[in-house]
């Protein structure tokens, strides 16, 4: 698909046909431009949980306004990201570099973020998010619609899923075949209101 049809395209959609599925060889086209996209240090927060198992979709759809797009989408994505990646084993994230290179990263990486709380969960954000607006692409570039949405519990989503303390929810990724158009776009700001050349 042309690429400014893509990006014009791409509308967060409310319902989805819940008869559709996608193939395989789709889901792994998604996950595989997903994974591609970039995260600082290459440190890849990113844990995609994909709830294929109707009963938990509906439990997830409870405790989430009781959106449509929880149990209707082909593909429900719940984007976790790992708040501890920065600690575990860094050089693994530049397994493919020389081992100078992992060493030297692996220091940085570690100064970087230790006694950083704060940074260390925004980064966490920064990649997911990231990884969505690709999936959502991605997804796009193939026909299909899609929604991000963090119109949910998230204590209540951790529950559901046992994640454990350092695995966070950060939104969903519901990919399918729209049945029903977006409204019409909210209306975006002008471009002097949002951008300022210094
Ligand atoms: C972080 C985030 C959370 C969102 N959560 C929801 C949601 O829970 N339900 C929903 O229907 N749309 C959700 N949206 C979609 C927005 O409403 C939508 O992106 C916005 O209105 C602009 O419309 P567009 O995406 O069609 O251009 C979310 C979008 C973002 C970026």
Redesign the pocket.
């Known amino acids: 698909m042309d690429f400014k049809k893509i990006i014009k395209e791409r ?2 959609i ?1 319902y989805f046909d819940e008869h559709h599925k996608l193939s395989k060889d789709e889901i792994n086209e998604i996950f595989k431009h997903t994974l591609l996209s970039p995260t600082a240090f290459n440190l890849q927060h990113w844990r995609f949980l994909v709830i294929e198992n109707n009963e938990l979709r509906k439990k997830i759809q409870e405790v989430s306004f009781n ?1 449509s ?1 929880v149990t209707e989408s082909s593909l429900l994505v719940i984007i976790t990201g790992d708040l501890d990646a920065w600690k575990k084993n860094p050089t693994k994230y530049w397994r493919n570099a020389d081992k100078n290179v992992q060493t030297m990263m692996g220091d940085m990486i570690f100064n970087f973020y230790n006694h950083r709380k704060q940074m260390q969960r925004d980064e966490v954000m920064r990649s997911c998010s990231m990884a969505a607006m690709t999936m959502m692409l991605s997804a796009k570039n193939l026909g299909y619609d899609s ?5 949910f519990d998230f204590d209540a989503v951790s529950k559901l899923l046992n994640l454990p303390k350092n695995q966070i929810p950060i ?1 969903f990724v519901a990919i399918g075949k729209k049945k029903k158009e ?1 409204w019409p ?2 209306g975006q700001l002008n471009l002097s209101e949002v951008v300022t050349f210094y």
Request: aromatic letters at 0%; hydrophobic letters at 20%; glycine letters at 14%.
């Open positions: 509308r967060s409310k959106q797009q929604c991000p949405m963090d119109g939104m977006a776009r909210g």
